[in-house]
């Protein structure tokens, strides 16, 4: 199992990014993909997660309204589009692959996943 994150980089408070998430290798057609992200000397925290056979989807709190999370499942890509970006957002984002029943809720909690990417930097500073 592959998980290729890319699209991170610097933007100014107010903007936009959009990261994505190229999977390969997972047998299962029943997975979730999630976002989580890390900052200097905080632990790793859940940001959104989907459900990518039937598209459910999770965001947590302090990214509602901001982010949205999508598949497109042609390409096993799952976008996390990110926008009116706070410092606060800064940090490394990592996207992870966890099995999932149809139907169900997605996980955002990291011991639910398995596979891991490696990260992309998200800093938004002016």
């Known amino acids: 199992v592959q998980l290729q994150a890319s699209g991170g980089g610097l933007v100014q408070p107010g903007g936009s990014l959009r990261l994505s998430c190229a999977a390969s290798?997972?047998?299962?057609?029943?997975?979730?993909i999630g976002w989580f992200r890390q900052a200097p000397g905080k632990e790793r925290e859940g940001v959104s997660c989907i459900s990518v056979s039937d598209g459910i989807a999770y965001y947590t709190d302090s990214v509602m309204g901001r982010f949205t999370i999508s598949r497109d499942n042609a390409k096993n890509t799952v976008y996390l589009q990110m926008n009116s970006l706070k410092p606060e957002d800064t940090a490394v984002y990592y996207c992870a692959i966890a099995p999932v029943e149809l139907g169900a809720r997605p996980p955002l909690v990291a011991k639910s996943y398995h596979y891991w990417g490696q990260g992309t930097q998200v800093t938004v500073s002016s």
């Open positions: 290798g997972f047998t299962s057609d029943y997975y979730a």
